[in-house]
């Protein structure tokens, strides 16, 4: 399912940034069983959205839930998302299938 060697991305594009994480065995081999697409917005202005694409090809959305789940971020949450892109340690969790593989302080990530 890995499909690295087989796309590429201009980045910023869009407005937005874009990362991939796969459980692949190593950056240069194709044997991914997950992944996640990282889609998050290059302004750290308050109302920018966040998306990820998963391997089921679902695409969630980042909510705000301390605001009803608006799908509008604050400046704070997108450079926390930001954040989470930038720092190795903090690669998806890989033993869930769901909105809880990506976790960001504040952010809750919802199906679209």
Known sequence: MDFTPHFTHVTPKGGYKFRYFSNSSAPDKNDATKFV????PVSTSTGQKAYYIDESQVIYVAT?????????????????????????????????????????????????
């Open 64 to 112: 705000d839930p301390a605001r009803g789940n608006q799908e509008v971020l604050t400046a704070a949450q997108v450079t926390e998302i930001n954040a989470f892109m930038d720092i190795v340690a903090s690669l998806p969790n890989w033993d869930v299938d769901d909105q809880t593989r990506i976790v960001v302080p504040g952010v809750t990530w919802m199906r679209k």
């Open 37 to 40: 697409y990282l889609a998050v």
